[in-house]
């Protein structure tokens, strides 16, 4: 028993030092991999204790200049909403958008419909102060598209994240603009965006490759903002939309470029409405300037509430570049669907558009 154990003894010191002997003379197949490299690495003196110092320590260096530049290019962006409501009557025409006269309440940001764009560069930190005039409704403001990451508290979720902004009262909705393209904000209480609480983002990058790309393809951009207008403001379909049983409001009486029409009937006679409505300068037919020669990227955005909407320009393809505030790799067509709260962008030359009047409307009013 004590021979064997001896020769056991013997035999394992030899397999240990015959491994040792095969580990020294052979590689395993993860030095064989990277063997070489790391020699012909430390041969210019990258992996030498000093140099991996003095390495991390300028990459380090280097992140915090990019943070300090990046830093530098942001900027404060201040908007101030004051929302106001106003009644269209034939002794108030300033609000109507169709030359319509008839008793109906709006809600207004700055007394404009839409409301005013939002512009930001990516990084610039955003506040908007939102003063709410109205003495009987409260708002929220919802920036459709963009993530507000960290910032739940401005999404315009009122009673679930944030407060909502009450009668007579103000408040700041502040985050920082990370998301490029075109956006939509609105009003997220009820359905105040039907009575003209929403506007458009525009959320750019100048170091953005793709986008200083698309840029080098057109000249200029303009917005287009489409609205369903109804004739009965947003607590009247409501009432209708949440009945049991449903009731369908119907279809709108106009559809808006830019917050201009023309209400059929009102082209055909003057009653409750705005005299020389169908006049090329009674200021209800949308103008977009524009240069003969010049390409345009044209922001679509659909303010529409309850309709899906289909744009066409009559004789002129569209190549789109953008769908729901993300570059896509362009394509042409002759006609692009649109439903509410969806977004696009694409490039025209000498164009006309125009809103046709909707012949036929089934509705409560």
């Known amino acids: 028993m004590t021979g064997s154990a001896n020769a056991c003894?013997?035999?394992r010191s030899r397999t240990r030092r015959t491994r040792r002997r095969t580990t020294a003379e052979r590689p395993s197949k993860?030095?064989?991999?990277?063997?070489?490299?790391?020699?012909?690495?430390?041969?210019?003196?990258?992996?030498?204790?000093?140099?991996?110092?003095?390495?991390?320590?300028?990459?380090?260096?280097?992140?915090?200049?990019?943070?300090?530049?990046?830093?530098?290019?942001?900027?404060t962006v201040r908007e101030r909403w004051v929302i106001r409501p106003q009644i269209i009557t034939s002794a108030n025409a300033t609000f109507s958008p169709d030359c319509y006269l008839g008793d109906r309440r709006v809600l207004l940001v700055n007394d404009i419909n839409p409301g005013p764009v939002l512009r930001a560069e990516v990084g610039d930190v955003v506040k908007v102060t939102i003063v709410n005039k109205s003495p009987t409704d409260a708002v929220t403001v919802h920036y459709h598209g963009l993530s507000m990451k960290g910032y739940p508290y401005s999404d315009g979720t009122g009673a679930v994240s944030q407060c909502s902004v009450g009668p007579l009262q103000t408040q700041v909705n502040e985050f920082v603009a990370e998301d490029v393209g075109t956006h939509y904000w609105h009003g997220h209480t009820g359905m105040e965006?039907?009575?003209?609480?929403q506007g458009a983002i525009v959320i750019t990058d100048p170091h953005d490759e793709d986008e200083k790309l698309l840029r080098t393809l057109y000249d200029e951009e303009r917005i287009l903002f489409l609205q369903d207008w109804y004739h009965r403001e947003g607590s009247f379909q409501r009432t209708g939309?949440?009945?049991l049983p449903f009731r369908w409001i119907g279809n709108p009486q106009t559809l808006l470029i830019n917050g201009k029409g023309q209400y059929l009937p009102c082209l055909e006679s003057e009653d409750n409405c705005v005299e020389n409505c169908g006049s090329a300068g009674g200021g209800y037919l949308p103008e977009i300037n524009v240069e003969q020669g010049k390409t345009y990227r044209l922001r679509i955005i659909s303010g529409a509430q309850l309709v899906g909407l289909n744009l066409a320009i009559s004789d002129h393809a569209m190549m789109v570049v953008e769908a729901d505030g993300t570059l896509v790799r362009p394509f042409s067509v002759n006609n692009l669907d649109i439903m509410p709260a969806q977004v696009s962008s694409f490039l025209m030359q000498d164009y006309c558009l125009a809103s046709l009047p909707i012949r036929s409307s089934r509705s409560l009013a």
């Open 241 to 243: 939309l949440d009945s």
């Open 9 to 11: 003894r013997r035999m």
């Open 193 to 197: 965006r039907v009575d003209g609480l």
């Open 30 to 75: 993860m030095q064989g991999r990277t063997g070489g490299v790391r020699r012909r690495v430390g041969a210019v003196g990258v992996l030498s204790p000093r140099r991996r110092g003095s390495s991390s320590a300028l990459g380090f260096f280097a992140v915090v200049v990019a943070a300090v530049a990046s830093s530098a290019d942001a900027k």
